[in-house]
């Protein structure tokens, strides 16, 4: 009787496990689908919409980065257009 209950809880246990197995199988399974999905979706998109939305930390970056190089681009030629040795400097 004791070997029957063993056998028993033994076997729902196998079967337990199968069901998580399956399950982790199908989550698996649907993920894959999905990025297919989205996937296929970029690949199909209209060229001309938009693809994504720069996060504002992102635009702020990129507006430092024009304002430095518009300043860098300002300095060059405000320091080209001055004699380059010292002397002449302050008249």
């Not at 399974?29 to 996060?55: C, I, M, P, T, Y």
């Not at 635009?59 to 024009?66: H, P, S, Y």
């Given at each position: 009787h004791q070997q029957d209950l063993l056998a028993l809880k033994?076997?729902?246990e196998l079967l337990e496990h199968q069901r998580k197995l399956e399950r982790h199988r199908l989550e698996q399974?649907?993920?894959k689908q999905q990025r297919?999905?989205?996937l296929?979706?970029?690949k199909n998109k209209d060229r001309g919409q938009e693809s994504a939305v720069a996060s504002t930390e992102v635009k702020m970056r990129?507006?430092?980065f024009?304002?430095?190089?518009k300043k860098a681009l300002?300095?060059?030629s405000l320091n080209h257009c001055l004699p380059s040795d010292p002397r002449y400097w302050y008249g």
């Amino acid at each position: 009787h004791q070997q029957d209950l063993l056998a028993l809880k033994h076997q729902q246990e196998l079967l337990e496990h199968q069901r998580k197995l399956e399950r982790h199988r199908l989550e698996q399974e649907v993920e894959k689908q999905q990025r297919e999905h989205k996937l296929q979706q970029l690949k199909n998109k209209d060229r001309g919409q938009e693809s994504a939305v720069a996060s504002t930390e992102v635009k702020m970056r990129l507006q430092e980065f024009v304002l430095n190089k518009k300043k860098a681009l300002a300095h060059r030629s405000l320091n080209h257009c001055l004699p380059s040795d010292p002397r002449y400097w302050y008249g």
